[in-house]
């Protein structure tokens, strides 16, 4: 940066990339600025450097030296008394280079104000929950601690039922009604979306009624576990709501490529009511506070003592929502593994083994690559392993050979293991013969199958893979050597021996691990 004012003598101090020049008189006195002329200032552009360098040299061989002493003009903390406020454009242009060079501040011309900047996002900070605690509800008592302790459990109860409620209640007014209106999506795109939500909604106000009457006067509960045990059966409605919810992701994924849906849920995630979270979070609530109730329950068991009423009922509780929490757990994974089977597209028919249509639930699925580099989507169905190449919207075209679970061998590769045979070598190895998170999965039998080579993210993923993969592999070769036993399987054909037993699988097999 240049400032140039006309003047007889010059004082010039240098700093990286700018030079000042300040007017004086020959006696080394500063002269008295003149009210007309304004000081000029120039912003020089990089591609302006060099010539302005040359025009500035030739300036100053062109004066006359001086013997006479300069006098220095007074100290002060700013240099900027003599320069004009520069325009924020300007400054923009330039603002990396000024900011590496030299900053100025000045009391007497400041800045001018920044111009009006789009409305920043600090109404977006979430609004926060309220915290709290079952003693600050209370002026006083003469509990013991751990009396303390269960009156705060079950007021955490009731207070996550009041939360639920309070955002379910918004999801409907804030998302779906607006969206309806708006014709932002069809009636029936937000049922398969919502699902069965709004059926939730009087459930948990229901429960939260109940616990509310519980209190007595000094606001603490006596007996929760009887009104619990009642209350529970209710929870099967999330059945149907939390298996629709796979279908509903993957539509509402769809839907969010589209430009006129993707502003709406972008600005009711920047607005404060939505506390950061996008919609789907909030169509994901209900299914986080059904997995809740066992831990607030154990925790209440464990501040119960042994004497309390609760001490007879709340085992009785526990158990019966774990068992409505596995029986959703089994659905859904069974409403999952539906679904993402009719996304399949088979390039030939032997490509469609019976055991993947047998299959009742996936143990895991996600990306992949291959030696080659490639991106494949891989599924673990109960009963086979299958991988892919993503078509869009869902659909997966089938990638060589499926593998049927009971005649998988899985080949774990150590991290830094050298790359033989260029199996790891290109894609894997980065050129330096190296290989990290990588194994192999192979067929054994008469089946002619090439090895799969395939590599993971990172070493969490191919760890939940590897573990994955050896579950379910023991169990389809445990239930071939429980099927093969039975006086049902009569002579069958060696080679279909496989398929025929594993589909001979039991419902309490299924249910045990889904359990597990």
């Known amino acids: 940066m240049e400032v140039e004012e006309s003047g007889e003598t010059r004082t010039s101090w240098s700093v990286p990339g700018d030079t000042l020049s300040v007017q004086c008189d020959h006696a080394g006195k500063k002269r008295k600025q003149d009210p007309a002329p304004e000081p000029v200032i120039r912003i020089i552009e990089d591609d302006e450097t060099e010539e302005e360098g040359e025009m500035s040299d030739h300036l100053k061989d062109s004066e006359e030296p001086s013997n ?251 158990e019966l929502v774990q068992g409505i929490i596995a029986e959703v757990n089994k659905k859904t994974g069974e409403a999952e593994c539906q679904f993402y089977r009719r996304g399949l597209v088979y390039l030939d028919e032997s490509q469609r083994l019976p055991e993947i249509q047998q299959s009742r639930f996936l143990y895991c699925h996600g990306e992949l690559k291959n030696n080659k580099g490639q991106r494949l989507h891989v599924f673990l169905f109960e009963l086979a392993l299958v991988l892919s190449r993503p078509e869009g919207d869902h659909m997966f075209q089938v990638y060589r050979q499926p593998l049927p679970n009971a005649l998988i061998n899985l080949e774990e590769i150590p991290d830094g293991e050298a790359g033989g045979g260029g199996t790891f070598r290109g894609a894997f190895t980065g050129g330096n013969d190296k290989v990290k998170n990588c194994f192999r999965v192979s067929s054994r039998g008469r089946s002619k199958v090439n090895p799969y080579s395939l590599q993971a993210n990172d070493s969490f993923s191919k760890q939940q893979w590897i573990t994955c993969l050896r579950q379910a592999i023991v169990q389809s070769r445990d239930r071939t050597a429980q099927t093969s036993q039975s006086p049902l399987s009569l002579h069958p054909d060696p080679g279909l021996c496989h398929i025929a037993e594993l589909s001979l699988s039991s419902d309490t097999e299924m249910a045990d691990h889904t359990s597990r």
């Open 68 to 318: 006479k002493r300069v006098k220095p003009v007074s100290k002060s903390n700013s240099l900027t008394g003599v320069i004009t406020p520069v325009k924020t454009p300007a400054l923009k242009r330039i603002g990396q280079s000024i900011s590496r060079s030299i900053s100025f501040r000045t009391e007497a011309r400041p800045l001018p104000p920044a111009p009006l900047r789009p409305r920043s996002k600090a109404s977006s900070f979430p609004r926060r929950r309220n915290s709290q605690c079952w003693s600050d509800t209370v002026e006083s008592h003469d509990l013991t601690a751990k009396e303390i302790k269960r009156q705060e459990v079950i007021y955490e109860l009731t207070q996550g039922e009041r939360q639920l409620i309070d955002d379910l209640s918004l999801v409907k007014k804030v998302y779906y009604e607006p969206m309806l209106k708006l014709n932002i999506m069809t009636e029936s795109e937000l049922g398969q979306i919502f699902g069965t939500m709004d059926s939730l909604i009087p459930l948990h106000e229901d429960l939260l009624s109940r616990l509310e009457r519980l209190r007595g006067s000094e606001k603490t509960v006596g007996e929760v576990g009887p009104t619990l045990y009642s209350w529970f059966p209710c929870l099967e409605a999330y059945v149907t709501y939390c298996c629709n919810q796979v279908g509903a992701k993957a539509l509402l994924d769809q839907k969010k490529q589209e430009k006129r849906v993707e502003h709406f849920l972008r600005l009711c995630q920047e607005s404060s009511f939505s506390r950061k979270l996008d919609l789907w979070n909030f169509l994901d609530l209900p299914r986080s506070r059904l997995v809740k109730y066992p831990l607030l329950l154990k925790e209440i068991q464990k501040c119960t003592p042994p004497e309390h009423p609760d001490e007879d009922t709340l085992p009785d509780a526990l």
